[in-house]
């Protein structure tokens, strides 16, 4: 079955055939650089890196390119309201750029916490000021811009697809602020391509420009710098569904308006949101939760990614400790399930024979849970397969093993060097040790010994081998 994806532009499921056959040309918006990552962002970059291995698993050549906003982001998308980066350096007394290089590493180290695999390019909007000017002379050149109160405006009134790919359903009312219309606009829905009469007077980046020193709106960075690494019409485009009625609408404005070329992105598609009660996350509101919170909770990003993965991209997820709890209570499970089939299977390192070709019943799994990802990303349901296939008792458990890592490519829980990890110390326990330990701390509990008996636990546990006990005496598990 080939692979299909949800469109928001034209908002059905359609059979992905990309622009040039083999390659695929990936855009995600990437973070503004002046705070820490919220896990609702992280969902969104999460969803990216899964739709990029899933491509790479049926053999496209893809190229992720991620932009850095590190100028021109407003608090509001609309040109309302504060400029984010400026607000940011002024509360923490450093300049705009340390705010941005300090927030860009502290991203890249979530990201690579949380196993998403780096794009192949990674651009910073204040590098690519030239290509963002020249880009705005072409839409200029087409009669597409007026300037006004200083500023330069894209006129939406000349663009006949303007809000094609939020379906039209553009409602002034809801998307303008109300204290701050910009009387300069012509209409509401236009956007500033270039600032030069900015209303922070302590702006502290600007360039000059055929209009005047000054600073580019937001939306031209992902027009810009998409097109240069990616040329002029290319296949996904991705963000949250936050971003369908304004960013994308005026980035799709903006290059079609530039280059005449319709449709410039072939799918958009777009991750719904992660939400605390019923309330969405946002970073300027100041209340919102980081992975390092949920480390210091005692949760592995792991973990996360784990809960993710359990939900459709386009559902939106309730974030609570106690579903973080679930879900890393079934990771611990799924290791452990793997570590006794590495046991069984005599395998106590990952090892190139695991890549050897899965046959028989293991392919039925992989199947599964291949057809699961080519419906629009059914990560929920792949979990499922993965869970199929390591409690399938008529499967080998080299080929449980071998499939299951072969799963995890697509879908980034680091199974192979997880399920590993342990096994230096699992190793130096031998079943026959284990049993005598369990026999000894059976003995210690009968004559109410019960320090030597948690001693016991306790040093098992360091080497990787969980007791439980229930009525019926102890059995153990790799934890
Ligand atoms: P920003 O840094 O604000 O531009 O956001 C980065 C990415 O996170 C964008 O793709 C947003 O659409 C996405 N995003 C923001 N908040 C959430 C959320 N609560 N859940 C999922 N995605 C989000
Ligand atoms: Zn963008």
Same mark, same amino acid.
């Given at each position: 079955m080939p692979l299909s994806l949800y469109n928001t532009l034209g908002r059905r499921i359609e059979t992905f055939i990309p622009v040039h056959e083999g390659k695929v040309g990936f855009y995600g918006c990437g973070?503004?650089?002046?705070?820490y990552a919220h896990i609702g962002n992280l969902r969104a970059y999460v969803t990216h890196d899964t739709l990029v291995r899933v491509l790479r698993r049926f053999g496209y050549k893809v190229t992720h390119v991620m932009n850095v906003t /590190?100028? *021109?982001?407003?608090?509001?998308?609309? /040109?309302? *309201?504060?400029d984010k980066m400026l607000k940011s350096a002024e509360e923490r007394g450093k300049t705009v750029l340390e705010v941005a290089d300090f927030y860009t590493e502290a991203f890249f180290n979530d990201t690579d916490r949380l196993r998403i695999q780096r794009p192949d390019i990674v651009c910073k909007a204040t590098e690519h000021i030239d290509c963002m000017i020249d880009l705005i002379k072409r839409i200029e050149a087409g009669g597409f811009t007026y300037n006004a109160g200083g500023n330069l405006y894209f006129n939406?009134?000349?663009?006949?697809?303007?809000g094609e790919l939020s379906g039209h359903l553009f409602d002034e009312q809801k998307t303008v602020s109300r204290t701050e219309?910009?009387?300069?606009?012509?209409?509401?829905?236009d956007f500033v391509l270039?600032?030069?009469?900015?209303?922070?007077?302590?702006?502290?980046l600007t360039w000059d420009s055929p209009w005047g020193r000054g600073y580019p709106g937001w939306h031209i960075e992902c027009s810009a710098m998409s097109m240069k690494y990616l040329g002029e019409q290319f296949d996904i485009h991705a963000g949250g569904i936050?971003?369908?009625?304004?960013h994308h609408t005026n980035e799709i404005a903006q290059s079609e308006a530039a280059?005449?070329?319709?449709?410039?992105?072939k799918y958009w598609v777009h991750n719904e949101f992660l939400v605390l009660d019923k309330e969405k996350m946002s970073k300027s509101a100041g209340s919102f939760i980081t992975l390092q919170n949920l480390i210091d909770k005692g949760f592995d990003p792991l973990d996360y990614r784990y809960f993710l993965l359990?939900?459709?991209?386009?559902n939106q997820m309730k974030f609570s400790v106690e579903s973080l709890k679930s879900a890393q209570n079934a990771r611990k499970s799924l290791l452990s399930t793997l570590r006794s089939l590495a046991v069984k299977a005599g395998i106590s390192e990952y090892t190139?024979?695991?890549?050897r070709k899965i046959t028989s019943k293991a392919k039925d799994h992989l199947d599964a849970f291949d057809a699961a990802l080519e419906e629009d990303l059914n990560t929920p349901r792949a979990l499922s397969s993965l869970w199929a296939l390591v409690k399938d008792?008529?499967?080998e458990p080299k080929d449980a093993l071998a499939a299951a890592f072969d799963m995890d490519k697509a879908i980034g829980l680091d199974l192979a060097a997880e399920t590993f990890k342990k096994f230096a110390a699992v190793n130096a326990v031998s079943e026959a040790e284990i049993d005598a330990l369990i026999a000894e701390r059976a003995a210690a509990k009968a004559e109410k010994n019960f320090l030597r008996a948690d001693e016991i636990r306790g040093a098992l546990n360091k080497r990787g081998v969980i007791l439980e006990d229930s009525p019926k005496g102890t059995t153990w598990r790799y934890g």
């Open positions: 973070p503004t650089v002046y705070n /590190d100028v *021109g982001h407003l608090s509001g998308d609309d /040109d309302t *309201g504060d939406v009134a000349n663009f006949p697809y303007y219309i910009d009387g300069n606009k012509r209409n509401q829905s270039w600032f030069t009469k900015s209303k922070f007077e302590n702006q502290a936050d971003h369908i009625q304004i280059t005449g070329k319709h449709p410039w992105v359990g939900g459709h991209y386009r190139e024979r695991l890549d008792g008529g499967v």
